[in-house]
């Protein structure tokens, strides 16, 4: 009985899957000069998702174990050079994968999708590029060849679209629909792991920046962490490394308390540390025991990356070419309207810096990003959207639209244009993990 309902299951999930499918019949843009609009990919340089290279031997059966519990399968002799010739010797395999926003925000991939002329943002169920080098040549998957990709996903969705992009135009071609394979939940033992050991005399040192706008007592301290004397435990340590926790700090008193909040399942897990703010004067007063500290959290905490984004599904697809490839659906709200904006920034008056900022319309509740003007223009958004704008400057200064604003746009949405000035923050990006809790202490 048991294996009928599962088999029904997923004969209802494919009938939901062939149903989308046949909505959204694919027809790749013709009119090159619109799409090269969202065409060239423009990474934030320095803090764009690392590589991984594999280093393999082509003339021998290849199985690649990447982050978060995925596998790449490369048959033997399935790589090739420019003319079709078999490759033998080391090939380097270079591979990256994305699934958070923050991911996809570095990453400058457009997430514009054209279906039969109609513009529409890509939402995604986790996304890859793989390519092969041998000597600086960029090599081929031989006809008739193909890559086995399993890749985890982060979204409960089971049924997503694969797409492949074009990334001479930015053009994403719809591939298929298919069925993700559900990951089975992790035993619940994570709490009866022992603690993590700190140096008593300092305590532990967490890195990143929180949002500190409503204390204006640390508006001039030089701030490069937070220091806690409290105890970590493994699930607390999994809480404060992953970009899906929401981060918030509140006062009690003289005291500083770092509230975290991350859904895990059907659950809503809350765990809470006693911080002080740790500046450069303390830094540089017990440099060599801080250093120590941070570089045993550091890889503690980056022990753990295989677990921080909690693994919902395994989604598998065999690939003919390298390249760069999505598991997507389209956003697709009915009641979405158009504003008119135009935006400015404190402090920015070069024309050209004003040009060069990126900016980005970001709504967790529905995992979407959408990269917009810096400048601003006309601008598609949902009424029950509790978005933010987020703004990067050439020099990696970070400006922000909070989601008040936003609301008071839906309310009073007229066909005026919109004139609003970002917020600066205090944040001067250095790596991925300064942008992710300011991100989560908004919301």
Known sequence: ?????????????????????????????????????????????????????????????????????????????????????????????????????????????????????????????????????????????????????????????????FYEMDTTTGVWTYETTAVGEKVADKPKTIDNKPDVITDKSIGTILEGKLNISDFPELQNKRLIGWKTMDKINLNTQKMLSSTNTMRKLNKNGNSYVLNLEQKQGDEIVKSSLNVTPYTLEDAQADKPKVQLQVDNLNETLFAYQDDKLDRKFSRSISVGNFGLYNWDICYNKTDMFAINTEFSYPDVDDQKEMQEMQAFYICPSNNLIIRTSGQGGNMFMNNNDDAIIVAISPKREVYVIKKDKIRNWKINNNSEKIRETFTKTPIILDKQRDLSPYLSSLY
């Open 1 to 161: 009985m048991k294996k009928n309902l599962i088999l029904i299951s997923t004969v209802i999930l494919l009938f939901a899957c062939k149903q989308q499918q046949e909505k959204e019949k694919i027809q790749v843009a013709e009119n090159l000069n619109a799409a090269k609009q969202e065409s060239v990919i423009r990474p934030i340089d320095g803090l764009e998702t690392p590589i991984t290279h594999f280093k393999i031997d082509p003339n021998k059966d290849n199985t690649l174990q990447t982050a978060y519990g995925g596998e790449v399968k490369i048959p033997a002799n399935s790589i090739v050079d420019a003319t079709g010739k078999p490759i033998s010797g080391e090939v380097d395999i270079q591979w990256k994968e994305y699934h958070t926003l923050t991911d996809i925000l570095f990453s400058g991939i457009p997430m514009k999708y054209d279906s039969a002329g109609m513009y529409r943002d890509l939402v995604s169920g986790g996304m890859f590029s793989i390519n092969a080098f041998k000597d600086g040549e960029n090599l081929a998957v031989a006809d008739g060849k193909s890559i086995d990709v399993k890749l985890g996903s982060i979204s409960d969705t089971p049924c997503y679209n």
